[in-house]
């Protein structure tokens, strides 16, 4: 009787990048036929893909590699904060090894030596697709690694390197895989979207017979044409942005954009060393708006930035009462172990920071509060996410998967996730909106 074969435990925690990276081992692990399995004690081995970014996601990361090794005992770690195994090993020496992100190789290395693989290629089938770990009707599609900005708040390129652009034909053949397994939304990713094929030199590649050149505008254009949703994550506002707007529409690329702003405050964005900090972002906002009014810009901002002053937070405030963003997200600064940040003099008080974040976050929900209820009557189109207690939990355009709101509405019969429905709003909140079906 043949051996067993070896199963393999999984978490992922971090980003969405972090999340390709877990699809990307596990769907080798699956290809060697390795079972990947729910829980520590059905698993022989438990590979951790962490995070490392800001200090309570370090905690996490150690917190969730501590409960691996006590539930488990056999723990292979990957990810951001294994860039610096000595935080990992001093807390937790017993773990097998260590590796950083996109160690791919490092990881099925380590796997083979601690749990040699049981082949079997009559039994043993992957999906086109790969494995993934998003439900099967939305995928991110990650389109570069790495970044060449250097940002002090930020340890990025130190624990994944400068941009490393995929080629333009490889990402849309992943594209066409996804959309032929049952994908209705793409979401594309990079650490900076708008850099996508700046280190190839926009070199020219091939898809379905024809050239196309690696950069974001050719790129945005062919998924478009792929019949789903594409919704773009981490774009800097550079002049060839604008060249998006015009082929943004609610049946291809979506009029949705996430814009990493990170604050107003021309000062602050100096010592925040924020590419395109020079650009006059509400005049940028201003003309894409001109082009599509319904687009949605989300962001993402920090308050309590060292050297940060009241003068320079009304100014951040000011900034977003003008800019009326959809959709925003602000952390409060935190030192991150390794940044050029935690040099710069002037730490802003945790009490100035609180209020800070508090005053910036009522500020947002008054905007989105308005802008939602701006929504009332008006007929939208919605993916269905799943379906809870009769009701169905949707997003539409404007709703990116798990960082933005949600549209409620009563599911009638044969109502399943995935589906597409038109729905006309009822009812609004500061960030989620009800409604019925339409028609």
Known sequence: MSRRAPKVGFVSLGCPKALVDSERILTQLRSEGYEVM?????????????????????????????????RNGKVIVTGCLGAKPEKILERHPSVLKVTGPQAYDEVMSAVHQHLPPKHDPFLDL?????IRLTPRHYAYLKISEGCNHRCSFCIIPSMRGDLASRPIGSVLGEAERLVRAGVKEILVIAQDTSAYGVDLKYRLDFWEGRPVRTRTQELAQALAGLGVWVRLHYVYPYPHVDQLIP????????????????????RILKLMRRPAHAENTLERLRAWRAINPDMTVRSTFIVGFPGETDQDFEILLSWLKEAQLDRVGCFKYSPVD?????????????????????????????????????KLGRRLRVLVDRIEDGTAIA???????????????????GCVAGDFHDVEITGSDAYDLTARAAG
Request: aromatic share 6%; proline share 8%; charged share 25%.
């Open 395 to 413: 997003r539409s355009t404007a709703e990116a998967p798990e960082i933005d709101g949600l549209v409620r509405f009563p599911a009638g019969a």
């Open 38 to 70: 729910r829980t520590y004690e059905a698993a022989d081995l438990v590979v951790v893909n962490t995070c490392g970014f800001i200090d309570e996601a370090v905690h996490e990361s150690l917190e969730a590699i501590g409960e691996a090794v006590e």
């Open 247 to 266: 082929l943004m529409s609610e049946r291809g690329l979506l009029p949705y954009l996430d814009v990493p702003f990170q604050h107003g405050s021309p």
């Open 338 to 374: 390794g940044a050029a940040a935690n040099e710069l003099p002037d730490a802003v008080p945790g009490e100035v920071k609180d209020e800070r974040y508090r005053r910036f976050m009522e500020l947002s929900a008054d905007i989105s509060t308005a802008k939602l209820a701006a």
């Open 126 to 130: 992957v999906p086109p697709q790969g």
